[in-house]
């Protein structure tokens, strides 16, 4: 018989030590996007379902959790991503002419875990910026997002590049394969070259130019001579060279950091419109962050904003960085001594780890060694050396 201590399915508890690492790296995070002059919001845990899932395709549908509103009767959503009620406060709430920088940093539930080793809970933090449609916009994400990898101690990351534009004006300029465009992604994700030349086949089949740009697309990954590549084997649509110019610019502007482009490296149709980008580095099994440009999400809010940002898992990183350390502590001996509570409040307004022990406790903290302690020493409270 199951035990009613045990979780659900791919979610688990987050322990002392690892909790104390994401938080003092959450913290570290938002100081971070501030000095850009990124501003914090935080939208609601649950949101009516067709609000938070506006402006979005049938993938974060599939993710999202749902439930009946006690109140209204109305179907609620749980959030499984945290980027569209950003767009919606930035297009809906704060109505900013001009440019604006959001950030934000909290849970979000997966119905279905996104892969083998995923967990269903994750705690995501992220920017955003709405309101520039240039190049510019695109490379300040990107390079907020590698200095906040480096911040959180990752070494040797490396960025991939893709563009969302580039498939797209390819689809649309097949209307057989523009309406089987989800099919189509599908297998590009999985670099499926078997299923992509079956495309070709079949009661309707797509259109031999679009099949063989397709079938193209998940072999043209490596360095910035995949960009010359692409415009020898891709057809010469306005969408697809406008998006392989974007590239360009920013390979050559990122020229502090390994990056690489992958043609084939699509997210959602429908969601993404541009520069999209994920950063993978040793120790994970998958990208710790990703991020793109969005343009078209906060047109159902009721205005049309230009948008890029990333996003990533805090508890994710730190499974994959080194353990913390156990912190200083200094240990006080029991009792209600008012010079005792004094110098312990001193020393606790001083930023100092300062814990009392019960009479009788054996103190067992994973999270604190014990160097020092509260003796009394000629009447006076004093902190001595542990030996």
């Not at 913390?324 to 209600?336: C, D, F, H, K, Y």
Request: hydrophobic share 45%; net charge negative.
């Amino acid at each position: 018989m199951k035990g009613n201590w045990l979780l659900p399915e791919s979610l688990a508890d987050v322990l002392p030590a690892e909790a104390r690492r994401i938080e003092d790296l959450r913290r570290q995070l938002l100081d971070l996007f501030r000095t850009y002059g990124f501003e914090l919001v935080a939208p609601p845990l649950v949101e009516y379902i067709d609000s938070l899932l506006s402006g979005t395709g049938s993938d974060l549908n599939l993710r999202t959790s749902k439930l009946v509103d006690q109140l209204s009767g109305r179907t609620l959503g749980v959030r499984a991503d945290m980027t569209p009620q950003v767009t919606r406060i930035d297009a809906h709430l704060l109505n900013r002419p001009g440019v604006t920088r959001l950030c934000y940093c909290g849970p979000v539930l997966h119905a279905r875990p996104a892969g083998l080793l995923s967990s269903r809970e994750l705690l995501q933090i992220g920017a955003e910026i709405y309101g520039h449609a240039g190049v510019e916009a695109d490379l300040e994400i990107i390079r907020l997002a590698l200095e906040s990898t480096r911040l959180a101690g990752v070494k040797s990351v490396r960025l991939d590049l893709c563009h969302a534009g580039l498939v797209r004006s390819l689809l649309e300029s097949d209307p057989r394969a523009h309406a089987r465009a989800d099919e189509i992604m599908a297998l590009l994700r999985e670099k499926d070259l078997p299923g992509l030349n079956l495309l070709a086949t079949g009661p309707e089949p797509l259109l031999e130019a679009t099949v063989s740009a397709l079938c193209a697309l998940p072999q043209l990954y490596g360095d910035i001579s995949v960009i010359a590549r692409a415009r020898k084997v891709l057809p010469v649509v306005a969408g697809v060279t406008q998006s392989l110019d974007t590239l360009e610019q920013l390979l050559a502007s990122l020229d502090d950091v390994s990056v690489g482009v992958d043609l084939a490296d699509v997210g959602t149709y429908g969601y993404h419109s541009g520069v999209t980008f994920s950063v993978y580095a040793e120790g994970w099994h998958d990208s710790i962050v990703q991020g793109g440009r969005y343009d078209d999400v906060s047109r159902a809010f009721g205005r049309a904003r230009p948008a890029t940002g990333f996003s990533l898992d805090l508890r994710k990183l730190v499974a994959g960085l080194v353990p913390a350390l156990p912190a200083p502590a200094i240990r006080a001996p029991s009792g209600q001594d008012v010079a005792l509570r004094e110098v312990m409040q001193t020393l606790r307004q001083s930023g100092n780890i300062v814990v009392q022990v019960f009479p009788g406790e054996v103190a067992t903290h994973d999270e604190f060694v014990f160097d020092r302690e509260l003796v009394q020493r000629d009447g006076q409270w004093v902190v001595q050396q542990v030996l």
